[in-house]
């Protein structure tokens, strides 16, 4: 450890987490796995231990008898057909066949046992994966443009920038013990492919004029992030060049590890100090560690396409596409994914890509090959041609497997998506986000609409419900979602977003978008036809 650990001088300042960080780094906890705990089994893992197994990746499952949840680093959201590979391998001998796309680009697995993660820990490696730090107080999964290298609209490409930045950090002992997680997004999309606004560190493309060159590189964003207190990234006035984007990062985790707050858990990311500090402090705070930096140039973020890419597209490199696959609230099979590797070797570049939308895409397919591949059986049901609102559905994991969550989330989520297709016919495309509770990792807060699981008291007793916000967006007029006040039983969210959206459909103009819609008619007016859909559902 190349540092002083600061923030424990006073004990008494610290919550009890990180307490047990300084007994026992996260990081050692692989090791812990590996000679100790898979030989003993669950009922031998100290209970200090179980909150140190996300350093390796790993949480609990509810109910919390003996099965793990994994989460596997995609960095940027790219994979090779080999590696896609094996973890449909994990995932059948171990998962039970499931495979989740999370909303950071990840690939999550569950029914896993602590006899199993050594194993797993192997053949992650021998592909060039880590479930390491994908979870726990420390850099997390770097997410970027799934396009990066293959798309028309980006200034640069990232590839290589997400792969350094991802070796500097992973297993670094200087930065394992952060006072929370930090989500970093780095791409050159025009189109905010990697959520900018929501991470702790975002890098966008950005031009400046230098010495009477025009130097193409990023504009730097601090402080973002969701859960229970959302706050949007705000710019720094900086300019990056590439050769910049290792070192910024590595100076912002500085300032967040020794400045960061650590007295209590539910007010430790960099948010909070980003918002203390306000941005010209941070930025005077982060030269004193970098070195001067250019200030700002010239955005190139000219909208958000929300990172859904279904259908199929060219791609920069001519006579070649892309082609993008829904798969429906993140969930596939490890039959699937096997499927998906063959395809990408068979029809395209032999790599897969994951998207922050739970998609995932086909690469580096010859014009002439698309038609073959679109025959492919796996294809009907990751179609690249979805129904409307499956297409835009997200959700987290919901209470089957997260001990956070409140309710159920996946099945529900397709469920109202089917429904909401079958009933309304619609030529724009509304975002619906599923999360089960206030964490927030199907982004809630970003969407057209989002409904976030809560519980509401019946005659036959507890009940899942969902309250609603509506009208988030990110790039250029980013803005987080309003709650419109009532509690939705679950069973009536359908019929109850069928009404609001059928409200949109028979009163926006030509090309108005949802998120334009209801700024224009204001939240008041959905509220009114919010409290009108509760009453016809009661009714009957």
Same mark, same amino acid.
């Given at each position: 450890?190349?540092?002083?650990?600061? /923030?424990? +001088?006073?004990?008494?300042?610290?919550?009890?987490?990180?307490?047990?960080?300084?007994?026992?780094?996260?990081?050692?906890?692989?090791?812990?796995?590996?000679?100790?705990?898979?030989?003993? *089994?669950?009922?031998?893992?100290?209970?200090?231990?179980?909150?140190?197994?996300?350093?390796?990746?790993?949480?609990?499952?509810?109910?919390?008898?003996?099965?793990?949840?994994?989460?596997?680093?995609?960095?940027?959201?790219?994979? #090779?057909?080999?590696?896609?590979?094996?973890?449909?391998?994990?995932?059948?001998?171990?998962?039970?066949?499931?495979?989740?796309? #999370?909303?950071?680009?990840?690939?999550?697995?569950? /029914?896993?046992?602590?006899?199993?993660?050594?194993?797993?820990?192997?053949?992650?490696?021998?592909?060039?994966?880590?479930?390491?730090?994908?979870?726990? +107080?420390?850099?997390? #999964?770097?997410?970027?443009?799934?396009?990066?290298?293959?798309?028309?609209?980006?200034?640069?490409? #990232?590839?290589?920038?997400?792969?350094?930045?991802?070796?500097?950090?992973?297993?670094?002992?200087?930065?394992?013990?952060?006072?929370?997680?930090?989500?970093?997004?780095?791409?050159?999309?025009?189109?905010?492919?990697?959520?900018? %606004?929501?991470?702790?560190?975002?890098?966008?493309?950005?031009?400046?004029?230098?010495?009477?060159?025009?130097?193409? *590189?990023?504009?730097?964003?601090?402080?973002?992030?969701?859960?229970?207190?959302?706050?949007?990234?705000?710019?720094?006035?900086?300019?990056?060049?590439?050769?910049?984007?290792?070192?910024?990062?590595?100076?912002?985790?500085?300032?967040?590890?020794?400045?960061?707050?650590?007295?209590?858990?539910?007010?430790?990311?960099?948010?909070?100090?980003?918002?203390?500090?306000?941005?010209?402090?941070?930025?005077?705070?982060?030269?004193?560690?970098?070195?001067?930096?250019?200030?700002?140039?010239?955005?190139?973020?000219?909208?958000?396409?929300?990172?859904?890419?279904?259908?199929?597209?060219?791609?920069?490199?001519?006579?070649?596409?892309?082609?993008?696959?829904?798969?429906?609230?993140?969930?596939?099979?490890?039959?699937?994914?096997?499927?998906?590797?063959?395809?990408?070797?068979?029809?395209?570049?032999?790599?897969?890509?994951?998207?922050?939308?739970?998609?995932?895409?086909?690469?580096?397919?010859?014009?002439?090959?698309?038609?073959?591949?679109?025959?492919?059986?796996?294809?009907?049901?990751?179609?690249?041609?979805?129904?409307?609102?499956?297409?835009?559905?997200?959700?987290?994991?919901?209470?089957?497997?997260?001990?956070?969550?409140?309710?159920?989330?996946?099945?529900?989520?397709?469920?109202?998506?089917?429904?909401?297709?079958?009933?309304?016919?619609?030529?724009?495309?509304?975002?619906?986000?599923?999360?089960?509770?206030?964490?927030?990792?199907?982004?809630?807060?970003?969407? +057209?609409?989002?409904?976030?699981?809560?519980?509401?008291?019946?005659?036959?007793?507890?009940?899942?419900?969902?309250?609603?916000?509506?009208?988030?967006?990110?790039?250029?007029?980013?803005?987080?979602?309003?709650?419109?006040?009532?509690?939705?039983? *679950?069973?009536?969210?359908?019929?109850?977003?069928?009404?609001?959206?059928?409200?949109?459909?028979?009163?926006?103009?030509?090309? %108005?978008?949802?998120?334009?819609?209801?700024?224009?008619?204001?939240?008041?007016?959905?509220?009114?036809?919010?409290?009108?859909?509760?009453?016809?559902?009661?009714?009957?």
């Amino acid at each position: 450890m190349a540092y002083e650990a600061i /923030w424990a +001088d006073d004990p008494s300042k610290l919550n009890k987490m990180e307490l047990l960080k300084l007994e026992k780094d996260g990081l050692d906890i692989i090791r812990s796995i590996i000679e100790t705990h898979a030989a003993g *089994g669950y009922a031998s893992i100290p209970e200090d231990d179980l909150s140190r197994f996300k350093w390796a990746g790993v949480y609990e499952q509810k109910p919390k008898d003996g099965h793990f949840m994994m989460r596997v680093r995609i960095n940027g959201g790219r994979m #090779t057909s080999s590696q896609a590979k094996a973890l449909a391998s994990i995932a059948r001998d171990y998962g039970r066949e499931l495979v989740d796309v #999370t909303t950071r680009q990840a690939i999550q697995f569950h /029914w896993l046992r602590v006899e199993n993660l050594p194993d797993i820990f192997k053949r992650l490696e021998s592909v060039g994966l880590y479930s390491f730090e994908a979870c726990g +107080d420390c850099p997390r #999964t770097i997410v970027g443009n799934p396009l990066a290298g293959i798309d028309k609209d980006e200034l640069l490409d #990232t590839t290589a920038l997400v792969e350094e930045v991802n070796d500097f950090f992973l297993l670094n002992r200087d930065f394992s013990n952060l006072p929370r997680k930090y989500k970093m997004s780095i791409s050159g999309s025009f189109y905010n492919t990697a959520h900018a %606004e929501i991470n702790d560190l975002a890098f966008t493309p950005a031009v400046k004029d230098i010495d009477g060159r025009e130097v193409p *590189g990023f504009h730097v964003w601090v402080g973002g992030g969701l859960s229970a207190k959302p706050y949007l990234a705000q710019q720094l006035d900086v300019f990056a060049r590439p050769e910049d984007v290792r070192p910024i990062a590595a100076a912002v985790a500085t300032l967040f590890r020794d400045h960061g707050y650590r007295e209590k858990r539910h007010h430790a990311r960099l948010k909070f100090l980003v918002a203390d500090w306000g941005p010209d402090k941070f930025r005077e705070e982060l030269l004193k560690l970098t070195g001067e930096l250019p200030t700002r140039g010239t955005d190139k973020i000219i909208g958000w396409n929300g990172a859904y890419f279904d259908g199929v597209h060219p791609q920069k490199q001519s006579g070649l596409s892309y082609v993008g696959l829904n798969v429906p609230v993140g969930r596939l099979s490890a039959s699937e994914l096997t499927e998906l590797a063959r395809l990408s070797e068979e029809y395209g570049d032999s790599e897969l890509r994951t998207t922050m939308s739970q998609n995932i895409l086909l690469t580096g397919v010859p014009h002439e090959k698309v038609e073959a591949l679109l025959a492919e059986s796996v294809l009907e049901r990751l179609t690249p041609f979805p129904k409307r609102f499956t297409s835009r559905t997200v959700s987290c994991t919901g209470n089957e497997f997260c001990n956070l969550a409140i309710v159920e989330t996946k099945e529900r989520a397709r469920r109202v998506a089917e429904y909401l297709d079958r009933e309304i016919e619609l030529d724009e495309e509304v975002r619906i986000h599923f999360v089960g509770c206030p964490n927030n990792c199907g982004q809630k807060y970003i969407a +057209d609409i989002g409904l976030q699981g809560a519980l509401v008291k019946t005659e036959a007793g507890m009940t899942d419900a969902f309250d609603i916000s509506i009208g988030g967006i990110l790039g250029p007029g980013a803005r987080l979602v309003t709650p419109l006040k009532g509690r939705i039983k *679950g069973d009536d969210v359908g019929p109850v977003l069928k009404h609001l959206i059928e409200f949109y459909r028979q009163n926006r103009e030509a090309g %108005e978008s949802f998120h334009r819609f209801v700024h224009r008619a204001g939240v008041l007016a959905f509220q009114e036809q919010l409290d009108e859909a509760a009453r016809l559902v009661s009714a009957g």
